[in-house]
């Protein structure tokens, strides 16, 4: 099941964040992200203050989590999009993260899903996200789910230097 998140989640997303940190840096994973950088329990604070924060949970297990909002980031104005839309038609799809234990699971493919769920539900027919060039497992569940590479940024990114920002799109039909 995916929801809102509550406080009372806070740690578990943080620890999510930690083992994918503890992934990465054990090379069993690339993402991109740097523990005490990105995320971090602010970014769970911040998401939850905003009331933007979905985990999946489970047989109350949280096992994964994502932000969704409207808000685009700044490499997204120059971005070369395939479709033109109005900031309030545009959904955007933050730090989708999934517990190394759950991964393999489907709970990826059921959050963007949702994602794309809520997005019809309020009227935004254009979806936009982006990842770090090195994610390739990422890269390749968004292919398969139709979201199209649009553009690849240079840019430091949510405090992270030297990032090759892709940035993916897909339009909903209503």
Same mark, same amino acid.
């Given at each position: 099941? *995916?929801?809102?998140?509550? %406080?009372?989640?806070?740690d578990?997303?943080?620890?999510? @964040?930690? $083992?994918?940190?503890? #992934?990465?840096?054990?090379?069993?994973?690339?993402?991109?992200w740097?523990?005490?950088?990105?995320?971090?329990?602010?970014?769970?604070?911040?998401?939850?203050?905003?009331d933007?924060?979905?985990?999946?949970?489970?047989?109350?297990?949280?096992?994964?989590?994502?932000? *969704?909002n409207?808000?685009? %980031?700044?490499?997204?104005y120059?971005?070369?999009?395939? @479709?033109? $839309?109005a900031?309030? #038609?545009?959904?955007?799809?933050h730090?989708l993260?999934?517990?190394p234990?759950?991964?393999?699971?489907?709970?990826?493919?059921?959050?963007?899903?949702?994602?794309?769920?809520?997005?019809?539900?309020?009227?935004?027919?254009?979806?936009?996200?982006?990842?770090?060039?090195?994610?390739?497992?990422?890269?390749?569940?968004?292919?398969?789910?139709?979201?199209?590479e649009?553009?690849?940024?240079?840019?430091?990114?949510?405090?992270?230097?030297?990032v090759?920002?892709?940035?993916?799109?897909?339009?909903?039909?209503?």
């Amino acid at each position: 099941m *995916i929801r809102k998140a509550f %406080v009372s989640d806070t740690d578990a997303v943080r620890a999510i @964040y930690d $083992a994918i940190h503890t #992934e990465e840096e054990c090379g069993r994973c690339t993402v991109g992200w740097i523990r005490g950088v990105y995320p971090t329990g602010e970014t769970v604070r911040d998401a939850l203050q905003r009331d933007d924060l979905y985990v999946y949970e489970e047989k109350g297990t949280v096992l994964g989590a994502g932000i *969704i909002n409207q808000i685009q %980031v700044p490499a997204y104005y120059s971005a070369p999009w395939q @479709y033109s $839309a109005a900031d309030n #038609e545009i959904c955007v799809l933050h730090t989708l993260v999934v517990a190394p234990w759950a991964q393999g699971k489907g709970v990826g493919k059921e959050f963007v899903n949702f994602y794309e769920s809520y997005a019809r539900g309020h009227g935004c027919p254009e979806l936009r996200m982006d990842t770090n060039e090195r994610n390739q497992a990422a890269r390749r569940m968004y292919r398969r789910l139709g979201y199209s590479e649009v553009g690849l940024v240079p840019t430091v990114f949510n405090g992270i230097p030297d990032v090759n920002l892709v940035l993916l799109e897909k339009y909903l039909s209503f």
